[in-house]
């Protein structure tokens, strides 16, 4: 029991769980969003009260496209804001704060292979080279 209590109380299981619950409450926010306030306004524009009254009747099937329309909306709202929100600014911390990596090989100036900058000789062509000092 105590091991599963660790489990649970590790910063990345909590974390994992707060970002759940504040996700759901952020989609039900923007599905709120699109479903009361969007949609019928842009469906003002068509005459229609909100898109989830669209339907498409074959037989005695009935196909909720408005709904499905409603759902797109939210996707591309919810996955518009994740990416601009998070991700962007993700991608430009990670940049700013790498360390480009000194490379301790170079080229080999007669054929071209990849070799240590500290070789005599080219493990490919046999070439003898001048090792280049490491900065």
Do not use: W
């Amino acid at each position: 029991m105590s091991g599963f209590k660790k489990f649970l109380l590790r910063g990345n299981v909590l974390e994992l769980a707060i970002a759940v619950v504040v996700g759901a409450a952020f989609t039900s926010i923007v599905n709120s969003f699109v479903k009361d306030l969007l949609t019928p306004l842009i469906s003002a524009f068509g005459g229609l009260p909100n898109f989830s009254d669209l339907v498409l009747t074959v037989g005695d099937s009935k196909f909720q496209y408005g709904s499905f329309i409603n759902a797109l909306v939210s996707f591309l709202i919810v996955s518009s804001v994740i990416y601009f929100l998070v991700v962007l600014p993700y991608q430009h911390l990670r940049e700013r704060f790498a360390t480009v990596e000194e490379s301790n090989k170079h080229d080999c100036p007669h054929c071209l292979s990849e070799i240590p900058k500290a070789a005599t000789r080219c493990a490919f062509c046999t070439s003898e080279l001048v090792p280049q000092p490491s900065k």
